[in-house]
């Protein structure tokens, strides 16, 4: 059983900075790329932000929050991360952890098997 725990979410001023994390249960974490998506408030879907691969040799961004944030992973601690930086408050979402079965990035929503329960950021202006 695949378990994802997010944290890290709060409430920040428009130009601050947040670290969001991820921990995963299961010994085989750094086998799979992972990736974080975000659900804005009145919107049905989750948009892709951001994905690393499973060594963390590639990454991919969303063009709204490229130079912005930064995806890393840890696979000692089972761990990924999304340091987001310049927050804007159309960032306001509430902020999910996907793990993919397969080594390599994808931005697409159905590319990934599992998913956390999400972390609020809100953003105010």
């Known amino acids: 059983q695949v378990q994802l725990v997010e944290s890290g979410g709060g409430l920040v001023q428009a130009g601050g900075s947040l670290k969001l994390s991820c921990a995963a249960s299961?010994?085989?974490?750094?086998?799979?790329?992972m990736g974080w998506f975000r659900q804005a408030p009145g919107k049905e879907d989750r948009e892709f932000v951001a994905s690393i691969s499973w060594n963390g040799g590639s990454t991919t961004y969303a063009d709204s929050v490229k130079g912005r944030f930064t995806i890393s992973r840890d696979n000692a601690q089972n761990s990924v991360y999304l340091q987001m930086n310049s927050l804007k408050p159309e960032d306001t979402a509430v902020y999910y952890c996907g793990r993919r079965t397969a080594f390599a990035i994808a931005t697409a929503y159905g590319a990934y098997d599992y998913w956390g329960q999400g972390t609020q950021v809100t953003v105010s202006s």
């Open positions: 299961g010994r085989t974490f750094g086998s799979y790329a």
